[in-house]
């Protein structure tokens, strides 16, 4: 791939992995919309390692905090984020593991334009309807485990397949019970961190064993350039929500769910 089209990949991964639109599709969508050939999952996972960083920048203080919690296990002052902390462990479980399992099954994973569309679609409304009908009344503070765990097995569906949107699916299902968007944004990045983590180290490790060096130097500067696009998409992001709510994500869903009716899946059917 050239430098450019890499940039533009990072563009797209960085701004789309943070806004609930699914950066899955949109990078699934990439080569359709400029021509080229498919990136694939291992340059896709080097990418989330670069929004990886952004969100440990981001919130740095909640990932110390939580880190102080386990390393100053007696400490009552670290209760709360310690708990935090066992929450996300085990909220991030079935993401894990089904997306363990989505990996050996389908390697190169979902692609198919008609399932974008339709979870575009599907998940944008579902989104839509919890950000408005759902008062704003619940903080991260004062979740359950009950409650981490439903955001956790919400999680676990993009895992499955493009266009859900990890950070949308998560945040609607805390929408859903009422948390405030800015809490139910905190905790969705955090629990983003281990799933991505983990598909991230694991693409690495294979580009280590397949010996690409070609591909290695892309991967990195995909990363690379991902990094300053998704911190820029989170502070775009936290600065946005209470002012405009998830409205603007929603509308943007439907028109893309349309527009790729029109342009690919009608014009496939003839």
């Given at each position: 791939m050239s430098h450019l089209y890499i940039l533009v990949l990072s563009a797209i991964q960085g701004l789309t992995e943070f806004l609930p639109?699914?950066?899955?599709?949109?990078?699934?969508?990439?080569?359709?919309?400029?021509?080229?050939?498919?990136?694939?999952?291992?340059i896709d996972a080097a990418m989330h390692l670069g929004t990886?960083?952004?969100?440990?920048?981001?919130y740095r203080q909640d990932v110390l905090e939580i880190a102080l919690g386990f390393l100053k296990w007696r400490d009552p002052k670290r209760g709360q984020a310690r708990r935090l902390g066992i929450f996300i462990a085990l909220a991030s479980l079935p993401a894990l593991a089904l997306g363990f399992i989505v990996h050996l099954l389908i390697p190169e994973g979902?692609?198919?334009?008609?399932?974008?569309?339709?979870?575009?679609?599907?998940?944008?409304?579902?989104?839509?309807?919890?950000?408005?009908?759902?008062?704003?009344?619940e903080?991260?503070?004062?979740?359950?485990l009950r409650q981490a765990?439903?955001?956790?097995?919400?999680?676990?569906?993009?895992?499955?397949?493009?266009?859900?949107?990890r950070s949308g699916i998560t945040m609607t299902a805390a929408r859903f019970m009422d948390f405030r968007r800015i809490d139910a944004a905190r905790f969705s990045f955090l629990l983003g961190m281990p799933a991505t983590a983990?598909?991230?180290?694991?693409?690495?490790?294979e580009l280590y064993k397949s010996h690409d060096a070609v591909m290695l130097h892309e991967g990195m500067l995909a990363a690379f350039f991902?990094?300053?696009?998704?911190?820029?998409?989170?502070?775009?992001?936290?600065?946005w929500l209470n002012r405009f709510g998830l409205m603007p994500y929603v509308v943007y869903r439907i028109l893309l769910s349309f527009y790729?009716?029109?342009?690919?899946?009608?014009?496939?059917?003839k």
């Open positions: 639109v699914s950066s899955s599709a949109h990078l699934a969508l990439a080569p359709r919309f400029f021509g080229e050939k498919d990136q694939g999952q291992i990886l960083l952004a969100a440990l920048i981001y979902i692609r198919s334009v008609t399932v974008i569309a339709a979870t575009t679609l599907i998940f944008g409304l579902a989104m839509g309807y919890a950000d408005k009908k759902h008062p704003e009344k903080g991260v503070e004062g979740m359950s765990m439903i955001i956790g097995c919400a999680q676990a569906l993009a895992a499955m397949m493009p266009g859900v949107s983990a598909a991230a180290a694991l693409s690495f490790w991902t990094f300053f696009f998704g911190l820029g998409a989170i502070y775009l992001l936290i600065r790729l009716l029109v342009k690919f899946i009608i014009p496939g059917l």
